[in-house]
């Protein structure tokens, strides 16, 4: 029987299945398409305790994150949303010249070149070619996992530091106490940790289930976190819902010995418990919404290309890997997938092989439909693509259920 991440109870409730799935940023170079992939079971878990909703299955990080193909700095909207987080931060926090501001899962370094140059920057980040490529834009980076270990050598070479950001990787943690931990090594005692996480209550009301996949291994509320972070000397200073990532939560934190939570995060447990998050009742419509998409999505494109009409996708994120499997719409259904990450271009989708091309394909060869699959940037490029759309190209929205737009 498994145990619960966040309570470490034996009380967890498997509620939706999206069988067995390749890893999703697992590109496939050409020469590899004859090779099978790896696959492994997909299921999620929510726990009867404490609310932690969780993947019943670790696939090891270093398999998930030696070469990792997501950059952040390929996503437009993310500089936005980081250089205004960056804003927000030394407002609220604060810092001096020279102190130092840590990053962990700093990816590329978008985030931190946000910073102003009068504060020392430093990342840790475990994918080579990612730490590779900020070192490449002056930010120092250390290629390693966050633990303690990790922190102490981070503290020995460049000292203590004010500000720890942790944006979209404590759900990729599965020792989320040692994780902690190393950010009170780094941390030594004050200054603040800012976690972002996407938030379940969006999830599951969006129906957004393709952000499950095994590189997320929690899928957040507070309520469970409250207690995780009191047991490893953290209280929270703030909580605030951000629309990045289909609806996400950005937690202040800090070190305190005598951890007393702001009233604003027993606001969000009231609600996260009036909304039913303690119950089976949300997960059980969940998986029954996450099946109507499926039929739904797998229908149209189905009785679209039975009508001759030519279908595309847009982006290739993550997530969209998740919807394609799990959907079984695969090369014979889409006929490419545009992505402004260069890495990714020349690539096929993980398990579905469908070939990723530049992003100048949409407008060159005008598919008829083009399914958006980062529709978490939807707004962005609808504004984007008027070119597009001017000449008839239409997009299908797949979440919260298909539309066309
Ligand atoms: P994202 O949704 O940020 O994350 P995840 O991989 O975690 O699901 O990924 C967005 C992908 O879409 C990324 O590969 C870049 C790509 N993209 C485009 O191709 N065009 C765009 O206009 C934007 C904003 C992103």
Same mark, same amino acid.
């Given at each position: 029987m498994l145990e619960c991440r966040?309570?470490?109870?034996?009380t967890l409730n498997l509620f939706l299945s999206l069988g067995?799935?390749?890893?999703?940023?697992?590109f496939i170079e050409p020469e590899a398409l004859s090779c099978d992939e790896k696959r492994y079971p997909l299921d999620v878990a929510f726990c009867h305790n404490c609310g932690m909703v969780q993947l019943a299955d670790v696939v090891p990080p270093t398999e998930m994150f030696s =070469?990792?193909? !997501?950059?952040?700095?390929?996503?437009?909207p993310m500089r936005q949303h980081f250089l205004s987080m960056v804003t927000e931060i030394l407002e609220s926090v604060g810092a001096s010249e020279g102190d130092l501001v840590v990053d962990v899962?700093?990816?590329?370094g978008t985030l931190l070149s946000?910073?102003?140059?009068?504060v020392r920057r430093l990342g840790i980040e475990p994918s080579s070619n990612l730490a590779q490529e900020a070192e490449r834009h002056g930010i120092t980076t250390m290629c390693d996992f966050l633990n303690v270990a990790a922190a102490n050598r981070a503290v020995e070479l460049h000292?203590?530091?004010?500000i720890v950001t942790a944006t979209n990787v404590f759900a990729h943690v599965d020792d989320i106490r040692g994780f902690l931990d190393a950010a009170q090594v780094l941390l030594g005692g004050s200054g603040a940790l800012v976690i972002e996480v996407p938030y379940l209550l969006d999830m599951l009301t969006n129906v957004e289930? =393709?952000?499950? !996949?095994?590189?997320?291994l929690s899928y957040f509320a507070v309520r469970p976190l409250l207690g995780v972070f009191e047991s490893q000397g953290f209280e929270v200073t703030s909580v605030k819902r951000i629309p990045v990532h289909g609806g996400s939560l950005r937690i202040y934190v800090r070190p305190s010995r005598n951890p007393q939570h702001s009233p604003i995060a027993k606001e969000f447990v009231s609600a996260e418990l009036e909304a039913g998050l303690g119950t089976n009742a949300p997960y059980r419509r969940f998986a029954t919404n996450v099946a109507a998409i499926r039929s739904r999505l797998c229908e149209l494109v189905i009785s679209l290309k039975d009508s001759g009409e030519a279908v595309a996708a847009y982006g290739a994120p993550a997530k969209g890997n998740t919807l394609l499997n799990y959907c079984g719409i695969t090369a014979d259904m889409i006929d490419y997938v545009t992505d402004t990450t260069p890495a990714k271009q020349g690539r096929y989708t993980p398990g579905t092989r469908i070939p990723v091309v530049h992003p100048s394909a949409l407008v060159?060869?005008?598919?008829?439909?083009?399914?958006?699959?980062?529709?978490?940037?939807k707004d962005s490029i609808l504004k984007k693509e008027t070119e597009y759309r001017k000449n008839g190209g239409k997009f299908i929205v797949p979440i919260p259920y298909p539309t066309i737009v």
């Open positions: 966040a309570c470490q109870r034996k067995q799935m390749p890893l999703v940023n697992r =070469d990792y193909l !997501y950059f952040t700095g390929a996503s437009e899962g700093s990816n590329d946000q910073y102003p140059g009068w000292g203590n530091a004010t289930f =393709d952000t499950i !996949y095994h590189e997320h060159e060869r005008t598919p008829d439909y083009a399914l958006l699959l980062a529709w978490n940037y």
